[in-house]
Nanobody, 120 residues
C-alpha cells in the first residue's frame, strides 16, 4: 500500500485549501493526520473506503470535509476557515482492517506529508 499526499501551501487565516491523497493498494479506511512543529501527530479526519462514512476530530468538525472516490483511488480533505495554529505537515494514512479509528497506531501505511502554512 502506498499513499501520496499533495496540495499543501501557504494560505491566509480564514482561507481554504484542499489536500489530495492518492492511494494504491487496499484499505478499509483512510485518514488524515497533522503534525505541528514541536507537537505530536494528531488525527484530523477519516473515511470508510467502501461506504464513505466519515468521522472528524472535534477541532475541525464543521470546517473540514473529507471525501473520497474509491474508483479513482483518491481522497481529499477540504479545509475551510483555517487558523494559524493549524499550520502543520498533513499526512494521509491507510488503515487496512479498521474503521472509525483515530489513533496513529491503527494506520499501517503513511504518505510522505504535505506542508500547510496558515499565515496570521
Amino acid at each position: 500500500v502506498q499513499l501520496q499526499a499533495c496540495g499543501g501551501g501557504l494560505v491566509p487565516a480564514g482561507g481554504s485549501l484542499t489536500l489530495s491523497c492518492a492511494l494504491s493498494g487496499r484499505a478499509r479506511s483512510v485518514g488524515w493526520f497533522r503534525q505541528a512543529p514541536g507537537k505530536e501527530r494528531e488525527f484530523v479526519a477519516g473515511i470508510g473506503w467502501l461506504g464513505g462514512a466519515r468521522w472528524y476530530a472535534d477541532a475541525v468538525k464543521g470546517r473540514f470535509i473529507m471525501t473520497r472516490d474509491a474508483a479513482k483511488n483518491m481522497a481529499w480533505l477540504e479545509m475551510r476557515f483555517l487558523k494559524p495554529e493549524e499550520t502543520a505537515v498533513y499526512y494521509c494514512a491507510a488503515d487496512q482492517d479498521g474503521f472509525g479509528d483515530r489513533m496513529e497506531r491503527d494506520y499501517e501505511f503513511w504518505g510522505q506529508g504535505t506542508q500547510v502554512t496558515v499565515s496570521s
